[in-house]
């Protein structure tokens, strides 16, 4: 099992600077923030916010494509997909210190990722997803394998489709890390998901 500096083994992904907040009351180790279709300045304003959300805390965010913002705002931490990645400056992210984590969903897409060094490498959709349209099928469990063994050391987040009782399969097939969206936004209890989420992954940390 990969050392965790970052992400964490249960590494929600929210759209706004409210669930930002709700996470961080729960203790949360890593959030993501991913809105979409904003402008550079309300990029620069929502990820500005969202840090000052977490300053002060054990909370870790990672801002999802809106990387100028992420730099002028003085992130830490950056993750892109593939066509954000292919119009990113990496030499100007990597130069203000960001870590990076990449999406892959193929063979190529694995092999772009891993040019640029990720600090982790985010594979999906594992399961069938309604969030949103996908081009590609679901990956199913034998692939985080197949990644796990690719990417060696790297950590291997697996993300699409996977809910807290999904989780022990996703782990034992070598995930390191999953990201959730649904299973938390759209839990009739947002705050006990989590919660539940944070205990599992402390309960399954403790004994690898």
């Known amino acids: 099992m990969s050392a965790l500096p970052y992400p964490d083994r249960f590494y929600p992904v929210v759209d706004s600077l409210a669930w930002v907040e709700r996470l961080v009351r729960l203790g949360i180790g890593t959030v993501q923030l991913r809105a979409k279709d904003l402008g550079h300045d309300e990029a620069l304003r929502l990820v500005t916010a969202s840090l000052a959300v977490i300053a002060g805390t054990a909370t870790r965010l990672v801002v999802n494509d809106y990387w100028r913002a992420a730099i002028e705002a003085g992130a830490s931490h ?8 292919a119009e990113a ?16 969903h193929d063979e190529d897409e694995l092999e772009t990722a891993l040019a640029h060094a990720p600090d982790y490498v985010a594979l999906g ?11 590609f099928s679901p990956q199913g469990l034998d692939r985080i394998g197949v990644w796990k063994r690719r990417i060696g050391s790297i950590p291997l987040v697996a993300i699409g489709g996977i809910t807290l009782e999904r989780a022990p399969g996703v782990f034992a097939a070598g995930a390191d890390s999953i990201a959730v969206v649904s299973d938390v936004t759209q839990a009739a209890d947002p705050e006990r998901r989590v919660q539940d989420w944070l205990a599992y992954t402390r309960q399954a940390q403790a004994a690898v």
């Open 89 to 104: 400056d990496v030499p100007a992210i990597r130069r203000a210190g960001l870590t990076l984590g990449i999406s892959t």
């Open 78 to 85: 950056l993750h892109l997909g593939q066509e954000d990645l």
């Open 125 to 135: 959709p594992i399961y069938p997803t309604t969030l949103k349209a996908m081009r």
